[in-house]
């Protein structure tokens, strides 16, 4: 009979090194900046949507809003940049210009495209694609915006599902198909290969209040018997804007009370 003291789920954020589009150098020199988190971004024709009034007040930007022209002017030291919604037509200190994407209100909020925004403030731009995540650097502050809708409980535990039923692929035929909707092509032809994930076993298909918050890593930890502690890590990626999993790693070692 097994004997479980401890059975509990952990979900870690391990964040990607952030690398601006000039030289690692400067994403380096990220690090000593003031970093401010948003989750609210919006993908649009594959350009990027931030929510104006709190990145602008996160980059010391005056915003001004012209309710009866749907207008929006945004000014930061000597750069002024007038938008209208949903107009391509922009200004920037009185200079026509035509951007990808408009201006968009969505629920009350106004989000204006950060390539934009960030090029007309003579800011760093960067793009972390496993996180959908677009960060701005300008001066001594960092901005980054998410637009990655997260992973849902149930998306959690039907990850946990699928790397649970790996302990056993004979009752699976079909192997590829099975797995698709959750493993990545390259952690599927690796199970197939190796027969499933070393030393892994059914762990936790129960929890309660669980999240993960943009999280690239589940975490598991379960006691065997009294003497010896399993530990599994699920690594994450996203693809198609849904959170697969991309590999297994599982630790056994002996439990020191």
């Known amino acids: 009979m097994k004997f479980r003291v401890l059975k509990c789920i952990l979900f870690t954020l391990a964040l990607p090194l952030f690398f601006s589009f000039s030289q690692a150098a400067d994403a380096q020199s990220s690090d000593a900046k003031a970093s401010i ?3 609210n971004g919006k ?7 931030i929510p104006l009034r709190s990145v602008s007040e996160a980059l010391e930007s005056k915003v001004i809003w012209n309710q009866s022209t749907k207008s929006i002017t945004i000014t930061r030291e000597n750069t002024t940049i007038f938008l209208k919604i949903n107009s391509k037509q922009v200004k920037v200190n009185g200079e026509a210009i035509t951007i990808d994407v408009p201006a968009r209100v969505y629920s009350g909020t106004t989000y204006v495209p950060v390539r934009f925004v960030s090029q007309a403030f003579n800011g760093k731009i960067g793009w972390i694609p496993s996180l959908y995540e677009a960060t701005v650097e ?3 502050t960092l901005v980054r915006v998410n637009s990655n809708p997260g992973m849902s409980r149930e998306r959690v535990m039907e990850l946990i599902d699928q790397v649970n039923k790996t302990t056993n692929l004979s009752n699976y035929p079909q192997i590829r198909t099975n797995f698709r909707p959750y493993f990545t092509d390259h952690f599927i032809n690796r199970i197939v ?3 499933g994930v070393k030393d892994n076993r059914v762990m936790v298909e ?3 209040d669980a999240s993960v918050d943009y999280g690239l890593k589940i975490r598991q930890s379960e006691f065997i018997n009294s003497e010896t502690i399993v530990e599994r890590y699920i690594h994450l990626t996203v693809e198609n804007r849904q959170f697969m999993v991309k590999g ?3 630790e056994v070692y002996p439990y020191y009370p």
């Open 43 to 49: 993908l649009e024709n594959g350009r990027m949507l």
């Open 193 to 195: 290969n190796l027969d």
């Open 206 to 208: 129960d929890f309660e």
């Open 138 to 140: 300008l001066g001594d």
């Open 37 to 39: 988190y948003f989750d």
């Open 248 to 250: 297994v790693e599982v």
